[in-house]
């Protein structure tokens, strides 16, 4: 992991986002010798995220043609 002062940082910000970004090296900062933040670069989403449930559920019963009438009979007050 490499290490930099903020005052190095922040002159060569955007420079040290793209190396970590390209090389996947970590970017430890420091002030004044203490850590005050950890560049990591994200991880890349593995494969296809739509469709990623298919299977893991089931459907019992009708869900297009549900009847909710007698639970919207009670909850109706009569005149």
Do not use: N, Y
């Given at each position: 992991?490499?290490?930099?002062i903020?005052s190095?940082f922040?002159?060569?910000c ?6 970590v ?7 430890l900062v420091?002030?004044r010798g203490?850590p005050i ?5 994200v991880a890349?989403?593995?494969?296809r995220?739509l469709?990623?449930q298919?299977?893991a ?8 043609k549900?009847?909710?009438a ?8 009569a005149?």
């Open positions: 992991m490499k290490t930099m903020i190095e922040k002159a060569k955007i420079a040290t986002l793209k190396a970004e390209q090389s996947g090296e970590s970017v420091t002030r203490r933040v950890e560049i990591d670069p890349e989403a593995g494969g995220t469709g990623a298919r299977g559920m089931r459907i019992l019963g009708d869900i297009v549900s009847d909710f007698e639970e919207w009979a009670m909850c109706v007050e005149p």
